[in-house]
């Protein structure tokens, strides 16, 4: 924190508080909705049994609300930010799947089965949030709870060694 | 130098200890919202085909309905939201959703497709005052009843079309969807109703709600 802030790390500030900021907003809007609709949406990717579908449609609302909370905080900052950006890189292999097999996927599931773009928008805008991701992972950590708690415990005299 | 190398793992500890705690504490809070979000039904309302919505989207009274077509309550219901469509033509919106009661109507599920299907063929209305109409004759069945294709020819529909609708996948997925919704907004009764967001179970806490209609439509729906 006592560093000085440059515009590597003002870009890591924002990409983490954007990249965090849709997570919650994806997350929350399904956690929010009946897990079918989002298991659904799984479903049209055709790549996982329909039982799994439904397990997977209510727990990665929350993994994405937790990580995307956790990175906008600046908490475990690159486990979050590499934890997403694997995601990212899920989302983009079926994503790419869906396309090349030409399937009928109506909704892709991003934001809740309410609002859908194409499978070309998406990916593109996935590859833009992989980049948030890499700034976040690279130069998150400015102003971030992280920082805080580590530049706290090390004010403390004798404490750090 | 001893004590040195010793403290460095436990400050470690002391900051990841920490930011758990921290995190944990912003894990609770996120579920306690997202959870009370749910309850208190903040989500957003899964949008109703065109053919089940009645009235301009912008009206100042707006009103979800769940109805299950073999339950007698919602019939009395339906013709007292036509009455109002008719008596507040144009100042209020009236949603239809399925909730088909499933454990003690057995033909509910079928009607729902059976009506969507009319409704894609732009007959929902008259598809859906039939079956209510009739629900005693055809709600208790044993075999699938006749009555599903006996309105069809009545309103004149393609008939092919509309069993090719009734077996797609996506026709029962939406009906289940809207079943899914329902249990998570804590719908156990039908006619649930939700106008602006407001519930009322059954006709006559629908009747008490429209005594309101008239603030309601002064005050632009608040």
Redo the contacts between chains.
């Keep these: 924190m006592n560093e000085k802030i440059g515009l590597k790390q003002i870009a890591g500030t924002l990409s983490r508080l954007f990249l965090g900021g849709i997570f919650?907003y994806a997350g929350?809007?399904k956690?929010?909705?009946?897990?079918?609709?989002f298991a659904?949406a799984i479903e049209g990717y055709r790549i996982v049994p329909q039982w799994l579908a439904l397990w997977t449609a209510l727990a990665l609302p929350?993994l994405e609300?937790?990580l995307g909370?956790?990175l906008a905080?600046g908490?475990?900052t690159r486990f979050c930010a590499a934890s997403l950006g694997l995601m990212l890189v899920g989302f983009e292999a079926l994503l790419a799947q869906a396309w090349l097999r030409h399937l009928p996927v109506l909704s892709c599931g991003c934001f809740?089965?309410?609002s859908s773009n194409s499978i070309g928008m998406e990916f593109s805008l996935n590859i833009a949030l992989l980049l948030s991701a890499f700034i976040s992972f690279r130069f998150g950590e400015a102003y971030s709870?992280?920082s805080a708690?580590?530049s706290g415990?090390a004010a403390q005299p004798g404490?750090?060694? | 130098m001893y004590n040195h190398r010793m403290l460095r793992p436990i400050t470690l500890c002391r900051r990841t200890a920490r930011k758990i705690l921290i995190a944990g504490l912003l894990i609770f809070a996120s579920t306690l919202i997202t959870l009370t979000a749910r309850q208190l039904n903040l989500g957003p309302d899964r949008p109703v085909p065109a053919f089940r919505s009645f009235g301009p989207k912008t009206a100042s009274i707006q009103i979800y309905e769940y109805t299950d077509f073999a339950c007698p309550a919602c019939k009395a219901a339906y013709f007292q939201l036509e009455d109002m469509l008719k008596l507040y033509d144009g100042r209020i919106l009236v949603n239809f959703k399925h909730y088909p009661l499933m454990s003690i109507h057995k033909w509910s599920l079928d009607a729902a497709a059976y009506s969507d299907c009319a409704g894609e063929q732009g007959k929902f209305k008259e598809y859906a005052a039939l079956l209510f109409e009739s629900q005693a004759s055809w709600g208790r069945a044993e075999k699938k009843p006749p009555e599903f294709t006996v309105y069809a020819g009545k309103l004149k529909l393609d008939l092919p079309a509309l069993e090719t609708c009734v077996n797609k996948d996506e026709t029962v997925k939406r009906i289940k969807l809207e079943m899914a919704e329902g249990d998570l907004k804590n719908v156990d009764a039908t006619p649930t109703f939700f106008i602006n967001g407001k519930r009322a179970v059954g006709a006559g806490q629908l009747l008490d709600a429209a005594k309101h209609f008239d603030n309601l439509l002064k005050t632009g729906g608040k």
């Design positions: 919650v929350y809007l956690a929010v909705s009946p897990a079918e609709e659904y929350w609300l937790y909370l956790l905080a908490l475990f809740g089965a309410n709870l992280d708690v580590d415990t404490r750090d060694g």
